[in-house]
């Protein structure tokens, strides 16, 4: 087969590093399609090759499992199991850590069959795998941003929605994730005598995730930051907005001890 494929695109105009990607991609698609998964899908009705598929799904043997749902998205494209296939295709790649294939097939669910039931459990999966990609707060949050943005959308379009807890309660774990970078990079800009770049991301987090956990911390930084660059007024300001939003707050002893500071300078 694999000549085959070399042979087509000898004959066409598709050259050099091109050439090569499309050749490593196609050669691997025909070996999935000769893999065990193939061996086992010999019937022509798509509900029994399903059936068979989603057996091994169900045993968790996920690679099996992949190998049967691709080739019956392959074989009987435009059926009408081509939605459920598709879904634990992806069910699968997301069991086996498998995150960006699975929102791909997520995603395949969502755009081409939107009548489906199975696009809320497709919605919500597509968050859950941005979720899991979400790296430690020290790296680049590109992911927790996609997870936190498709968590809320999931809330949004399915108010009542089965996973609406859960999904609630992820959201609320990316937005700390997120508040906690910024605050962490406000205090270090803060202990290097950097104030002004402090403020910026104290301000981050109270103007973006004043939910957070770390609100009270970020406005507890910011009084401090203000008080180093002689803005007493301003602290003042943010004093009394600490003492209204955070009566509770571990920190309000040290921040009603600014207060004192402050109010005998001005």
Not at 22 to 34: A, G, P
Request: proline share 3%; aromatic share 16%; net charge positive.
């Amino acid at each position: 087969m694999t000549e085959k494929i070399i042979k087509f695109f000898e004959g066409s105009r598709v050259k050099g590093p091109i050439f090569i990607m499309l050749l490593i991609c196609l050669s691997m698609l025909f070996s999935s399609c000769s893999s065990s998964g193939s061996k086992r899908i010999l019937s022509d009705n798509p509900e029994s090759a399903f059936l068979l598929a989603k057996s091994s799904y169900d045993k968790k043997e996920y690679l099996d499992a992949i190998d049967e749902f691709s080739l019956i998205k392959l074989k009987f494209s435009g059926s009408s199991i081509m939605d459920k296939a598709i879904f634990y295709l992806a069910m699968s790649y997301f069991k086996n850590d498998e995150f960006i294939l699975a929102v791909y097939e997520f995603e395949t669910i969502i755009r081409s069959y939107p009548t489906s039931p199975l696009v809320e459990e497709a919605t919500f999966y597509t968050a859950m795998c941005y979720y899991k990609l979400s790296p430690d707060f020290s790296l680049d949050q590109a992911y927790t941003k996609l997870a936190l943005a498709s968590f809320l959308d999931y809330m949004e379009l399915y108010p009542s929605g089965k996973n609406r807890a859960l999904a609630d309660a992820r959201s609320k774990e990316m937005k700390n994730k997120l508040a906690y970078k910024a605050f962490k990079s406000a205090d270090m800009y803060f202990d290097l005598g950097n104030y002004k770049s402090s403020l910026v991301y104290y301000d981050y987090v109270l103007n973006e995730f004043f939910e957070s956990e770390y609100a009270d911390d970020a406005l507890y930084g910011k009084i401090q930051a203000l008080i180093k660059k002689k803005q007493l007024s301003e602290a003042a300001t943010e004093i009394e907005r600490f003492e209204k939003r955070f009566p509770r707050s571990p920190l309000l002893k040290n921040v009603k001890s600014l207060k004192t500071k402050t109010s005998s300078t001005l």
